[in-house]
């Protein structure tokens, strides 16, 4: 049976030039539908001036602005709600020649506004780790322009927030090294022109990183730390998951290195990380260790740890639809192909949906 569907002789994708590069049309049209939308919200319940999610007034920047806004005030598809999804071709067939792009994927996955949602940030963040550390040099320009104005959006959010910034200088200093190392006749392989600016971009971040001032507290503001009872600050270590941050918390008051050598906050940050069956074997490893006295679950974390790493935590992952096959977020959702032949609450979610974590994000990906 013949396959029926676009083949070599279809005209292709429509492609506008602007000022950072050559994009899609489609995508472009994606994007400026979910620029709008912000647009038309806060017009309607501000002061009648545009302005976009980061509360700039636009209306001087651009005199199109004003037109474009009026045109797409009642046009539905601007009001719609905002999905950032991104097919993906898992493998190659007769028919298809699939080939996905990291850079259209950032955008289609709204990775730079992404960054500013806090659910969102860590996991942003780890993704940005990995391609610095191992895919740099790989990164077509595209995806290269996406990267350093994700990573200059990092710098900015932790600026304003004042929070995140041992995140911010790791992602700093690992680009330190990732060009140091990878340098060629004293600068990275590609684009002359496209490296300048990207040393330019890396000026303006290291400036942002540079002015981060962590203010004191007001003597007078109420409450502090030290006000709150006992049983309050044990419930705040008991829900920190990294250790690490446990350790700084003891460093920085007294009560909360008193609170650390519970045996209940080692033990539950153990049961978070690990399974019953690796909390079982390292207990059996450790029980000579332990023969006559308490279990010390500090030293069984510890021990956990060295054997079989971290558990990674993301407030907000994205997930795979394996019926459509399309990237998204899991609060946003997708319009999944399946919703249009069955009923909702026929689908089976915790099967269909796949978590994805920044690793096995990487591998669709020809890097």
């Not at 545009?50 to 009642?74: H, M, Q, V």
């Not at 200093?173 to 060629?184: E, G």
């Not at 021990?303 to 971290?310: A, I, P, V």
């Not at 915790?350 to 669709?364: C, D, M, N």
């Given at each position: 049976?013949?396959?029926?569907?676009?083949?070599?002789?279809?005209?292709?994708?429509?492609?506008?030039?602007?000022?950072?590069?050559?994009?899609k049309?489609?995508?472009?049209?994606?994007?400026?539908?979910?620029?709008?939308?912000?647009?038309?919200?806060?017009?309607?319940?501000g002061?009648?001036?545009?302005?976009?999610?980061?509360g700039?007034?636009?209306?001087?920047t651009?005199?199109?602005?004003?037109?474009?806004?009026?045109?797409?005030k009642?046009?539905?598809?601007?009001?719609?709600?905002?999905?950032?999804y991104?097919?993906?071709?898992?493998?190659?067939?007769r028919?298809?020649?699939?080939?996905?792009?990291?850079?259209?994927?950032?955008?289609?996955l709204?990775?730079?506004?992404?960054?500013?949602?806090?659910?969102?940030?860590?996991?942003?963040?780890?993704?940005?780790h990995?391609?610095?550390?191992?895919?740099?040099?790989?990164?077509?320009?595209?995806?290269?322009?996406?990267?350093?104005?994700?990573?200059?959006?990092?710098?900015?959010?932790?600026?304003?927030?004042k929070?995140?910034i041992?995140?911010?200088q790791?992602?700093?200093?690992?680009?330190?090294?990732?060009?140091?190392?990878?340098?060629?006749?004293?600068?990275?392989?590609?684009?002359?022109?496209?490296?300048?600016?990207?040393r330019r971009?890396?000026?303006?971040?290291?400036?942002i990183?540079?002015?981060?001032?962590?203010?004191?507290?007001?003597?007078?503001?109420?409450?502090k730390?030290?006000?709150?009872?006992?049983?309050?600050?044990?419930?705040?270590?008991?829900?920190?998951?990294?250790?690490k941050?446990?350790?700084?918390?003891?460093?920085?008051?007294?009560v909360?290195?008193?609170?650390?050598?519970?045996?209940?906050?080692?033990?539950?940050l153990?049961k978070?990380?690990?399974?019953?069956?690796q909390?079982?074997?390292?207990?059996?490893?450790?029980r000579?260790?332990?023969?006559?006295?308490?279990?010390?679950?500090?030293?069984?974390?510890?021990?956990?740890?060295?054997?079989?790493?971290?558990?990674?935590?993301?407030?907000?992952?994205?997930?795979?639809?394996?019926?459509?096959?399309?990237?998204?977020?899991k609060?946003?959702?997708?319009p999944?192909?399946?919703?249009?032949?069955?009923?909702?609450?026929?689908?089976?979610?915790?099967?269909?949906?796949?978590?994805?974590?920044?690793?096995?994000?990487?591998?669709?990906?020809?890097?």
């Amino acid at each position: 049976m013949p396959f029926i569907g676009r083949d070599w002789r279809s005209p292709g994708e429509e492609w506008v030039k602007t000022d950072k590069g050559w994009e899609k049309k489609k995508l472009l049209e994606k994007l400026a539908r979910k620029r709008f939308g912000v647009l038309v919200d806060n017009f309607n319940a501000g002061d009648g001036h545009l302005s976009d999610n980061r509360g700039d007034d636009i209306s001087d920047t651009n005199d199109n602005y004003a037109d474009a806004f009026e045109s797409l005030k009642d046009d539905p598809l601007a009001n719609e709600c905002f999905q950032p999804y991104c097919p993906i071709t898992l493998k190659c067939t007769r028919e298809i020649a699939g080939f996905n792009g990291l850079g259209e994927a950032f955008k289609r996955l709204d990775f730079p506004n992404a960054v500013r949602d806090v659910r969102r940030f860590n996991y942003i963040c780890k993704l940005l780790h990995l391609i610095i550390t191992q895919n740099l040099t790989t990164l077509s320009g595209c995806a290269q322009k996406v990267l350093f104005a994700m990573l200059e959006e990092v710098a900015s959010q932790v600026s304003t927030n004042k929070t995140n910034i041992h995140i911010l200088q790791r992602l700093l200093n690992d680009l330190q090294k990732t060009l140091f190392t990878y340098c060629c006749w004293g600068r990275p392989l590609g684009s002359t022109v496209l490296w300048q600016k990207h040393r330019r971009t890396i000026s303006r971040i290291n400036s942002i990183a540079s002015c981060i001032e962590i203010k004191k507290p007001d003597d007078h503001s109420y409450p502090k730390l030290q006000n709150l009872p006992e049983e309050c600050i044990r419930e705040i270590l008991l829900r920190l998951t990294d250790h690490k941050d446990l350790q700084s918390s003891g460093q920085a008051y007294g009560v909360m290195q008193h609170l650390l050598g519970e045996q209940r906050i080692w033990r539950e940050l153990c049961k978070f990380h690990f399974s019953r069956e690796q909390l079982q074997h390292v207990k059996e490893s450790m029980r000579d260790e332990f023969k006559g006295r308490p279990i010390d679950w500090q030293q069984v974390f510890h021990k956990l740890r060295r054997s079989y790493g971290l558990k990674e935590d993301y407030a907000e992952i994205l997930q795979l639809c394996r019926h459509c096959r399309c990237l998204f977020w899991k609060s946003f959702g997708h319009p999944c192909i399946s919703q249009e032949s069955e009923r909702e609450d026929e689908i089976d979610k915790s099967t269909l949906y796949v978590p994805i974590p920044p690793q096995a994000f990487l591998k669709f990906f020809s890097l």
